[in-house]
């Protein structure tokens, strides 16, 4: 099983990485160098906090862009190509090959954040009290929250269409970004119905606000370990959840050649 | 052969065969059973040591099974065909309103270990869904499949067969030998014997020298071959092979010939599908022809040529094919209904393409 996985997931791997996906991490550092060239001599006294700001976005939205188009695509392009009939004729669980694709989109964007991140690193390292090790914290919830929406577009391309996948999942990270203030938003209004659809919105769709410590970081507050964990354990329970819908709709689909 | 799950095999003392167990035998075979007379390899405790075997014709269903398993002692055995398919339907949605659309209907056949057994059918007839229920990449709506002794369903049966899609499309970024040994994992071949098989395969494929550009440079043709490939890593007991000759040039569909013709030599048992007439005379033991989703015929291809067909020429030139007295009786009698005139009736020998087209022209499902 972890043998059909593993050759899923780097084969995979390989395609993304040779359809010149790459060429978005020299997106990255142009916009890394113009923050620097452009904008921070606009902002007299906050040089560096715009460097990392626009730094740590650039890279959260470059990993989004990466995972909801190559991943609403991913097994849509396979089932409609038929190159997934010669996989599963195979000894292939069907769950087995959603896992493969999922983890294989993983580690193309684990390796796309974690050479951004050394460019980021290497940035902040050259504008004088910038750097920081805690944007390594940052990193990684930021491969957190785009692994939970990776597992969404896992899940929303075995049912729909690739573009439909890809608005649902954007859909997700947007709505998933503003859960908090719906809540809010609904305790405010004191009508019982309102409050209850912003409370199923809210528990229905992942706070992704929970992996967001931009601002923190930029600012130099604490990211405790514990907060860490506790994102870890939501991050990779929304994940599980999601993966495991997505197979149950899958182990049912229908290919045809 | 092996017993086991599968073929229906009637038992007989050793004392009882003499001329009424073989003329019993015949008669089954006049009511469409194909027999062979072989000798059953067999742990099973039997009465009387070595039996006789026979092989159904599967389109007689289970209800002949049992008619011809009675009176035998004791009463029977099965044994392990390649593949039974038994009542195997499928129908598709399509549409706003949802409306079911056939893929195949009631498709019902067995094919014995070591045989070529080719599905025959123009395009839409049913062969690719045939094919994606065998393999369970389609949930059949009804029906039953074992391969090799064990449900479809089955995970593990999967390494012990190979498949080939119609129109093969793989991972365009990856080289041939990538890729091979991306399909060589799956199968779980060893680390070992993996370049090992990668090499033998693609030299007798002839795209040894191709292996190491990516598949996006491959030609159709090539892409055929890296199919083929992939379906024989494995070493598989089982080929299904969904119209193999696409996009090969005479020369590679010659060798592709050979190589399945070798194929069978080793034993293997081979399920193919295609419209192209020649390949399947040249290649098959046995062909099922499909229609608008149902299997309307099966002919061992030993058979054909045996006998003889009719060629009916009426007004206005159109020629028809009857491959029987039967069929020629039900067409001169549609012509007469029609007020049409027969012309000309010619006798000529029944060949594959004949009995096709034969099948073809005939409204109703010759079984």
């Known amino acids: 099983m972890m043998g059909n996985i593993s050759a899923l997931a780097m084969s995979t791997f390989l395609e993304t990485v040779r359809d010149r996906i790459f060429y978005l991490v020299g997106v990255f550092g142009f916009l890394m160098l113009s923050s620097t060239a452009i904008l921070s001599p606009l902002t007299i006294g906050a040089q560096g906090k715009i460097m990392v700001d626009v730094g740590l976005a650039g890279m959260a939205i470059i990993g989004l862009l990466v995972v909801i188009f190559v991943g609403s695509g991913m097994v849509r392009k396979e089932l409609d190509k038929g190159t997934i009939l010669t996989i599963l004729a195979k000894p292939v669980g069907r769950r087995e090959y959603l896992v493969g694709k999922f983890l294989g989109l993983n580690l193309t964007l684990l390796t796309m954040l974690a050479i951004m991140g050394m460019i ?100 130099g507050d604490p990211v405790t370990w514990q907060h860490l964990s506790m994102a870890t354990v939501y991050g990779l329970g929304w994940t599980l959840l999601l993966l495991l819908l997505a197979g149950s709709i899958f182990s049912r689909k229908e290919l045809r050649g | 052969m092996h017993l086991g799950y599968g073929t229906r095999v009637a038992w007989f003392p050793l004392n009882h065969r003499n001329n009424s167990t073989i003329s019993r035998f015949q008669a089954f075979k006049s009511r469409g059973w194909v027999l062979s007379f072989q000798k059953v390899v067999t742990n099973e405790p039997g009465p009387a040591g070595p039996d006789f075997a026979l092989s159904p014709v599967p389109t007689t269903g289970l209800k002949q099974t049992a008619e011809v398993c009675l009176g035998s ?76 002794g064990m449900p479809h369903g089955d995970c593990a049966v999967r390494s012990r067969v190979g498949y080939l899609p119609e129109r093969p499309y793989f991972f365009e970024h990856l080289t041939g030998r990538e890729l091979l040994n991306f399909y060589a994992k799956l199968l779980g071949v060893q680390d070992g014997d993996r370049n090992r098989r990668i090499g033998e395969l693609s030299a007798k494929l002839g795209f040894e020298s191709y292996l190491g550009r990516r598949l996006k440079k491959y030609s159709k043709g090539m892409l055929q071959r890296i199919g083929i490939a992939q379906a024989l890593l494995g070493d598989p007991e089982l080929l299904i092979l969904d119209e193999p000759m696409s996009g090969l040039d005479p020369m590679g569909r010659r060798e592709i010939r050979e190589l399945l013709l070798e194929m069978k030599e080793q034993g293997k048992t081979i399920i193919l599908s295609s419209h192209i007439v020649p390949d399947i005379e040249q290649m098959a033991d046995t062909v099922a022809i499909l229609r608008e989703g149902r299997m309307v015929m099966i002919r061992d291809l030993a058979d054909l040529g045996a006998g003889a067909s009719f060629e009916i020429t009426l007004d206005g030139n159109e020629r028809m094919v009857a491959e029987d007295v039967e069929v020629l009786s039900e067409t001169l009698v549609r012509s007469r209904h029609e007020n049409r005139t027969v012309n000309r009736i010619q006798t000529r020998s029944t060949g594959l393409e004949d009995l096709y087209l034969s099948v073809h022209y005939r409204k109703e499902a010759v079984r």
């Open chain 1, 120 to 219: 980021f690193l290497f940035m902040t390292f050259l504008a004088p009290g910038t750097f920081s090790l805690h944007f390594v914290k940052a990193f990684y919830l930021t491969f957190l929250e785009l692994t939970l929406i990776n597992a969404a577009v896992v899940f929303f391309s075995t049912s729909v269409s690739p573009i439909l996948a890809a608005v649902f999942s954007l859909g997700v990270f947007l709505v998933g970004h503003m859960s908090e203030s719906i809540r809010d938003f609904g305790q405010m209004q004191g009508d019982g119905f309102q409050q209850k659809m912003a409370d199923v919105v809210y528990y229905m769709i992942p706070n992704l606000e929970v992996f967001n410590v931009r601002g923190a970081v930029v600012h």
């Open chain 2, 73 to 148: 002692s004791p009463p029977c055995l099965e044994t392990v065909d390649a593949l039974r398919v038994l009542d195997l339907s499928k129908s598709f949605r399509s549409g706003f309103l949802r409306k079911p659309i056939r893929g195949i209907d009631g498709v019902s056949f067995s094919v014995p270990r070591g045989r070529v057994f080719a599905l025959l059918g123009h395009n839409g007839a049913g062969k690719t869904t045939t094919i994606n229920c065998i393999l369970d990449l389609v949930h059949p709506d009804r029906g039953q499949v074992n391969i090799l």
